[in-house]
């Protein structure tokens, strides 16, 4: 028990020295993957509209403005509804479209990029502008949002 605490600090702490010593290739890196994000009016990935959708129907249904509807409880493939949802009390759909698919990208990106570091046993920059391409892939084109974020964060 004692062996798996010390292992874990010393990744944590390996982590941390990690972040430290590349903060800013990290966060120029990470820029540079939303960009396409950020640049279009308008994000099309397959069914994101239908979820933004969902997102201000929620908050029709909410505000009492949409009689007889109502939400059920749902446990899976929720990642983005709940994002917009969280984001849309926030600021308007398009904004928070606009927040929370980023935020999605860098973490398939990252995660992508974690998992190539490990494989390869060194940090993996040789191969991010592969991962980037990746990340804007056919998995986001079809809209499959909530998959994309759980393969991330695996």
Same mark, same amino acid.
Not at 57 to 61: A, M, S
């Given at each position: 028990m004692k062996l $798996?605490?010390?292992? $874990? $600090?010393? &990744?944590?702490?390996g982590l941390m020295a990690f972040l430290r010593?590349?903060?800013? *290739?990290?966060?120029a890196l990470s820029v540079l993957v939303i960009v396409p994000c950020l640049w279009f009016p308008r994000i099309e990935a397959g069914d994101l509209g239908s979820h933004v959708y969902n997102a201000w *129907?929620?908050? *029709?249904?909410e505000q009492g403005q949409a009689? =007889? @509807?109502?939400? =059920?409880?749902?446990w899976n493939n929720m990642f983005l509804d709940v994002g917009l949802d969280w984001a849309g009390?926030?600021?308007?759909?398009?904004?928070?479209?606009?927040?929370v @698919?980023?935020? !999605?990208? *860098?973490? !398939? %990106?990252w995660g992508c990029f974690a998992l190539a570091s490990v494989a390869a046993g060194k940090p993996a920059f040789h191969v991010t502008p592969a991962i980037a391409a990746l990340a804007y892939g056919? &998995? %986001?084109?079809? =809209?499959f949002i909530n998959c994309y974020v759980s393969l991330g964060l695996a």
């Open positions: $798996e605490a010390v292992q $874990e $600090e010393r &990744s944590t702490a010593a590349r903060a800013l *290739l990290i966060a *129907l929620r908050q *029709l249904v009689p =007889g @509807l109502y939400f =059920g409880a749902q009390k926030l600021v308007c759909l398009p904004a928070a479209e606009k927040i @698919l980023p935020v !999605f990208v *860098l973490i !398939f %990106f056919w &998995s %986001f084109h079809m =809209g």
